[in-house]
């Protein structure tokens, strides 16, 4: 039986789904255009389907946020929303948070992997390194370090910008690696989370953030 670890790594070559070009893998067919399967146990390339080209990435981009903020961080620590947090694209996936609620870490990154909040992604960078631009350096040095060289960050969410790209080998190199974090793991195998945090008026908020991963949601059906 394969593994859910390994079923997950193998999935990750897909996980650029949001273009149209179909893709048939083995009998799995897939919208993506771009496209790796690998062997997780040796790093072999079974299957590729324009692995190396680069494309926009959306909210995929959270995998890295999560991962520079687990090792940056700590979960424990106190993130305060600000203004600059909340100046975001209309449209853009929120948490619905609002300046001077006060959150933990952890928190947030339930709030950026469960709900994809865009606002959370904001709120972690500037706790975890003093502001979104800092934040993302670090991202970007984390990438080249994981030889993600087809890949670059210009914001902590994943708003669309011609200079925030990855490429379908990259992505699998950065999540192999976010999934040797346990909370990481344990985060994203999360369907809901209830949790309660501060206002900037000193009221408890209580939350439940959903997860928008339609494989648990069984919306989906897994390849």
Sequence with gaps: ?????????LLVGLALWWCLTPVRVWGVSTSASAAVLMDADTGQVLYDQNGGRRMLIASTTKIMTAL????????????TV???ALNLEEGSSVCYLKEGDQLTLEQCLYGLLIKSGNDAANAIAETVSGSSDAFVALMNQEA??????DTHFVNP??????NHYTTAYDLYLIFQEALKNETFRTII??????????SAAGERISVTWSTTNQYLTKEADAP
């Design 82 to 84: 600000s203004a600059d």
């Design 68 to 79: 520079v903020a687990l090792k940056y961080g700590n979960l424990s620590d106190t993130v």
């Design 157 to 162: 969410s994943g708003l669309h910008d011609e």
């Design 189 to 198: 195998h999360t369907d809901r989370y209830l949790t309660a945090y501060t």
């Design 1 to 9: 039986m394969i593994s859910v670890r390994k079923r997950t790594w």
């Design 144 to 149: 080249a370090a994981l030889g993600a060289v």
